[in-house]
């Protein structure tokens, strides 16, 4: 089955641990994408990648990193987690001839405490 | 920047009747704009895709319109029913096929 895999789907963790949200797809996809979504603000854009080795930073990229060294995997790492991460995550991927429609994962709800 | 205005307040309609839902947006036209469906604790789904030079796109019981000079998208789904209820998103592009912006979402509610 085609699909977008997110793990943790929930995570609650404490200022300043550094945790790893891990994101795959198995559609062979070029452009990958995380997105954070808060109540009244939408999904906003954290990092996204063209291909392998190529991120560029989206709307909301400070306190989030992010690695691409394989086509399938695009983990998002918050190296100091904050109160003000908590939210939800979705990761996404899309085709290059798409005209970027959004495959989306099932979204992980981070609290920070 | 571009921003995408949709409803805040919830749309209740009775089964059977057309729900239409608005997207708004200002600054410049995007090459293209985006339905989407989420569903709650779900990750969004993509429903539909108009490009600027189309002015309707039809999809089952699904119609969008997108109206450049209105800057102003419209998602009707007709003869609703309570399982369209979910959360809908509009989505434009911000550079061609790099970026999307997202609007909020506007809830709706289809009541039996």
């Known amino acids: 089955e085609a699909q977008v895999t997110q793990n943790p789907r929930y995570l609650i963790t404490v200022t300043g641990k550094k945790l790893t949200v891990t994101c795959s797809q198995n559609m062979n996809h070029e452009y990958m994408s995380w997105y954070r979504q808060d109540p009244g603000l939408g999904l906003r854009q954290i990092y996204y990648s063209m291909n392998v080795e190529v991120t560029d930073k989206g709307d909301v990229p400070e306190g989030y990193k992010v690695s691409r060294k394989e086509k399938r995997n695009f983990p998002l790492i918050l190296e100091s987690p904050s109160p003000n991460q908590t939210s939800l995550y979705f990761c996404?991927?899309?085709?290059?001839?798409?005209?970027?429609?959004?495959?989306f994962g099932a979204g992980t709800r981070l609290s920070v405490l | 920047s571009q921003k995408i205005e949709q409803n805040s307040e919830a749309l209740n309609i009775q089964e059977g009747k057309t729900a239409t839902l608005t997207c708004n947006y200002t600054n410049y036209s995007p090459a293209y704009l985006q339905w989407y469906r989420q569903d709650p604790g779900r990750g969004p789904v993509f429903l539909l895709l108009?490009?600027?030079?189309?002015k309707e796109k039809r999809k089952e019981r699904l119609k969008v319109t997108f109206d450049t000079t209105l800057k102003q998208s419209l998602f009707h789904i007709t003869a609703s029913q309570p399982a369209d209820s979910a959360t809908y998103l509009c989505a434009l592009d911000m550079e061609y096929g790099n970026k999307l912006v997202f609007g909020a979402g506007t809830i709706l509610r289809v009541k039996s």
């Open positions: 108009i490009r600027e030079n189309e």
């Open positions: 996404a991927s899309s085709p290059p001839t798409s005209l970027n429609i959004q495959y």
